[in-house]
Nanobody
Framework: QVQFVESGGGLVQPGGSRRLSCAAS????????MGWYRQAPGKQRELVAA???????NYADSVKGRFTISRDNAKDTVYLQMNSLKPEDTAVYYC?????????????WGQGTQVIVSS
């Protein structure tokens, strides 16, 4: 059974930084493109960053230039470095497999980690 455990969230002031971590278990982590998703109150979950097993990255326009996704295949862990945070980045952040041809996120989402950007 695939499991994801996200951590690192908290309260941060606008303009601040935060680093999120996601530990994966029960899957062959290194073969998948992994993604960070977020869900703001009253909104649908959205994919904000993705990283292939080889390290190629892709970002949503809303976070491009501010967020950096990385991964450590040896530790089955994916990270999200968030800089220049804005109030609109407030959300619960989740990791999961990124969607692709014939591939979908697994149904068993983790608890997520909440990020609140506020002064």
């Amino acid at each position: 059974q695939v499991q994801f455990v996200e951590s690192g969230g908290g309260l941060v002031q606008p303009g601040g930084s935060r680093r999120l971590s996601c530990a994966a278990s029960g899957t062959i982590f290194s073969i998948y493109t992994m993604g960070w998703y977020r869900q703001a109150p009253g909104k649908q979950r959205e994919l904000v960053a993705a990283i292939t097993r080889g390290g190629s990255t892709n970002y949503a326009d809303s976070v491009k230039g501010r967020f950096t996704i990385s991964r450590d295949n040896a530790k089955d862990t994916v990270y999200l470095q968030m800089n220049s945070l804005k109030p609109e980045d407030t959300a619960v952040y989740y990791c999961n497999i990124a969607p692709g041809p014939g591939i979908a996120p697994v149904a068993s989402w983790g608890q997520g980690t909440q990020v609140i950007v506020s002064s």
